[in-house]
């Protein structure tokens, strides 16, 4: 079953628009979220987190919007630049009731292209 | 360059073969995951070892163990191999010292792609 779905496996936007990657998760325990990018032959390189008691996080031209009672979040680029072309992945973590965390829990990822 | 390193890069071996997979953490960092990303899947979590201990177990077959060493370097040993185990291994590391605030941040590695033939 899986905790994490990411249901686009590709976006393709122009140059200089907004690109809006979307992610619904199933596990209320989950309390972080992050979005990491990977470009081929890389490993996936972290991009933007947001905790559960927020609903907005921003840094540069990335945002994260999450909207819990949804189970839904999403990430926005703005402007989309070329480099940005990339698989985008989605995770969540858990924090024990005891200090710690698991690791992530990963949707499929997101292939975004970025049209010049 | 993440702070994380594998080795093999690349691997072709034939089934039934054994292999072994090596991760050296970033520095200062406690923990080590090992995920697997095969085609058209995301990255599945396959085992989790802090400070030399078994944390957590995710979707890792009985052929597949893991040990991470006093030195926190960690190898992931796959065994009997089958067409079906190829893919990309990551092998990630993060602090987590037991608190945490904050996201669990973990960092990448480049991955070892591993073809069985």
């Known amino acids: 079953d899986q905790q994490v779905k990411q249901n686009s496996p590709s976006l393709s936007v122009q140059e200089g628009r907004i690109s809006i990657l979307n992610c619904d998760y199933t596990?209320?325990?989950?309390?972080?979220f992050l979005w990491y990018k990977k470009y081929p032959a890389e490993g996936p390189t972290f991009l933007i987190s947001?905790?559960?008691?927020?609903d907005k996080n921003e840094d540069g031209r990335f945002t994260v919007f999450l909207n819990k009672s949804a189970k839904h979040l999403s990430l926005h680029i703005v402007p989309s630049q070329p480099g940005d072309s990339a698989v985008y992945f989605c995770?969540?973590?858990?924090?024990?009731?005891?200090?710690?965390?698991?690791?992530?829990?990963f949707g499929k990822g997101t292939h975004l292209i970025i049209q010049p | 360059d993440s702070g994380v390193t594998q080795t093999p890069k690349h691997l072709i071996t034939a089934t039934g073969q054994r292999v072994t997979l090596r991760c050296s953490p970033r520095?200062?960092?406690?923990?080590v995951y090992w995920y697997q990303q095969s085609l058209d899947q995301g990255l599945q979590f396959l085992i989790q070892?802090?400070?030399?201990?078994?944390?957590a177990k995710g979707n890792i077959l009985e052929r597949f163990s893991a040990q991470q060493f006093p030195d926190l370097h960690s190898e992931l040993n796959l065994s009997s191999l089958e067409l079906g185990d190829s893919a990309l291994y990551f092998c990630?590391?993060?602090?987590?010292?037991?608190?945490?605030?904050?996201?669990?941040?973990?960092?990448f590695g480049a991955g070892s792609r591993l073809t069985v033939l």
């Open positions: 990630a590391s993060s602090p987590m010292t037991g608190t945490i605030s904050g996201a669990n941040v973990l960092t």
């Open positions: 596990n209320s325990m989950f309390d972080y």
């Open positions: 947001i905790s559960s008691i927020k």
């Open positions: 995770a969540a973590s858990a924090t024990y009731s005891g200090g710690g965390a698991d690791g992530l829990t």
């Open positions: 520095s200062g960092d406690l923990s």
């Open positions: 070892y802090y400070n030399g201990e078994e944390r």
